[in-house]
């Protein structure tokens, strides 16, 4: 089974950096793709950024230049965020595609959630 974990939200000022890392748990697992997204409250969750396991990047609008994108593609992603903006404040999701070699079959997986607000 395949688990997800999430690190590193929490308060950040506007303008300042926070980086959040996600780690996968599992073995036999080859990386297609991981990312991160983002919902808040009454709305839907939306992209914030993915890699997929030829390095290929995509991000959202609202956060190109700003958040980066970066993983070991193998278990671990991590986003680092800068200039972050109140807009910005969510909770943001992990999200892995893997293959499951010994079943030769995708999954995908979600982690729990982390809390960034982004406030003075």
Known sequence: QVQLVE????????????????????????????????????????????????????YADSVKDRFAISSDYAKKVDLQMNIVKPED?????????????SQWRNVEVWGQGTLVTVSS
């Open 7 to 58: 690190s590193g939200g929490g308060l950040v000022q506007p303008g300042g950096s926070l980086r959040l890392s996600c780690a996968a748990s599992g073995s036999g697992l080859r990386f297609n793709a991981m990312g991160w997204y983002r919902q808040v409250p009454g709305k839907q969750r939306e992209l914030v950024a993915t890699i997929t396991r030829d390095g290929r990047t995509n």
């Open 89 to 101: 404040t969510a909770v943001y999701y992990c999200n892995a595609r893997f293959l499951v070699i």
